[in-house]
């Protein structure tokens, strides 16, 4: 089980943390992603770390703004995002999948089998 949080409501330029805290899984075994779906949109990849939090990967639309981490002691797997934009408004989900102990990124949406139910960030401008 996957439970996101830390959205909210936030002006253009500013910044926030998302959490994803995971349950009833051998969580520190397995890649953890952030994927987004804004209204009328397609779900979208937005950051993929690997188990061991050696590996990590972003969209380009992300990349220098936001930073994914892990904390596999605790079952945490958070998304700092910085520099905000309107552009970045949507329901973010977190998502595992993969091989156990793969060392990899996936960046495909079909690569995750388990996703949390979502926390909605909305960016003014």
């Known amino acids: 089980q996957l439970q996101a949080s830390g959205g909210g409501l936030v002006q253009t330029g500013g910044s926030l943390r998302l959490s994803c805290a995971a349950s009833?899984?051998?969580?520190?075994?397995?890649?953890m992603g952030w994927f987004r779906q804004a209204p009328g949109k397609e779900r979208e990849f937005v950051s993929s770390?690997?188990?061991?939090?050696?590996?990590?990967g972003y969209a380009d639309s992300v990349r220098g703004r936001f930073t994914i981490s892990r904390d596999n002691v605790k079952a945490m797997v958070y998304l700092q995002m910085n520099s905000l934009r309107p552009e970045d408004t949507a329901v973010y989900y977190c998502?595992?999948?993969?091989?156990?102990?793969?060392?990899?990124?996936?960046?495909?949406?079909?690569?995750?089998?388990?996703w949390g139910q979502g926390t909605q960030v909305t960016v003014s401008s």
């Open positions: 009833g899984r051998a969580f520190n075994a397995y890649t």
């Open positions: 998502a595992t999948g993969g091989r156990r102990y793969s060392g990899e990124v996936y960046l495909d949406r079909a690569s995750y089998d388990y």
């Open positions: 770390i690997s188990w061991s939090g050696g590996r990590t």
